[in-house]
């Protein structure tokens, strides 16, 4: 089955640009999307198939794939932005979605 | 405007049966493919079952054989019958849709049922 990984924590100081990794064999031949969750919430979209963002999702939210790695990028981050995300993918393989193990963004 | 209601959810022996259900407003679920996600306590997210509009269904393998999803179009209603309930299976159920394209990402999620299986 399809693996996606996640480094469990990734910190950065307000202001600066933090960057969230989802790694796979060849992820960048699948669309990538991205869910924050903040605690006792449920998750919702940020980034779907790669790049694009949903209405309401700010500019300096963007994500990038290529290779065996996908990148979500916070710009310009504020501590509303603290929470967990996730990448996911749709495995045709298999007709199953899969999850990365998710990372919690922290804002120093 | 686009709703997902969760219901049905509670503590449960294992070896017992829940039904969840997930009433949707604002669009048809048959018209879209619908998902369940499971959360376990602390735990990341997981897919557990889809249904697409044409009415294939998958489950994750750890399920497959114990949970049936399927879905009522007069009631527009998404359902989840889980059989054999085990320990592992306790967490936050929510439903979510994405429109009837493979691949297409759960645009809309519900805010999720605690389903307990304890003694």
């Known amino acids: 089955s399809y693996v996606l990984t996640q480094p469990p924590s990734v910190s950065v100081a307000p202001g600066k640009t933090a960057r969230i990794t989802c790694g796979g064999n060849?992820?960048?031949?699948?669309?990538v999307h991205w869910y924050q969750q903040r605690p006792g919430q449920a998750p919702v979209l940020v980034i779907y198939?790669?790049?694009d963002r949903p209405s309401g999702i700010p500019e300096r939210v963007s994500g990038s794939n290529s290779g065996n790695t996908a990148t979500l990028t916070i710009s310009r981050v504020e501590a509303g932005d603290e929470a967990d995300y996730y990448c996911?993918?749709?495995?045709?393989?298999?007709?199953?979605?899969?999850f990365g193990g998710g990372t919690k963004l922290t804002v120093l | 405007e686009v709703q997902l209601v969760e219901s049905g959810g509670g503590l449960v022996q294992p070896g017992g049966s829940l039904r969840l259900s997930c009433a949707a407003s604002?669009?048809?679920?048959?018209?879209?493919?619908m998902s369940w996600v499971r959360q376990a306590p602390g735990k990341g997210l997981e897919w557990v079952s889809v249904?697409?509009?044409?009415?294939?269904?998958y489950y994750t393998d750890s399920v497959k054989g114990r949970f049936t999803i399927s879905r009522d179009n007069s009631k527009n209603t998404l359902y989840l019958q889980m059989n054999s309930l085990r320990a592992e299976d306790t967490a936050v159920y929510y439903c979510?849709?994405?429109?009837?394209?493979?691949?297409?990402?759960?645009?809309?999620w519900g805010q999720g049922t605690l389903v307990t299986v304890s003694s």
């Open positions: 979510a849709m994405g429109i009837a394209v493979a691949g297409a990402p759960f645009d809309y």
């Open positions: 249904i697409y509009s044409g009415g294939s269904t």
């Open positions: 060849n992820i960048g031949s699948k669309g």
């Open positions: 198939y790669d790049n």
């Open positions: 996911q993918v749709w495995d045709s393989s298999s007709d199953h979605w899969v």
């Open positions: 604002g669009f048809t679920v048959s018209s879209n493919y």
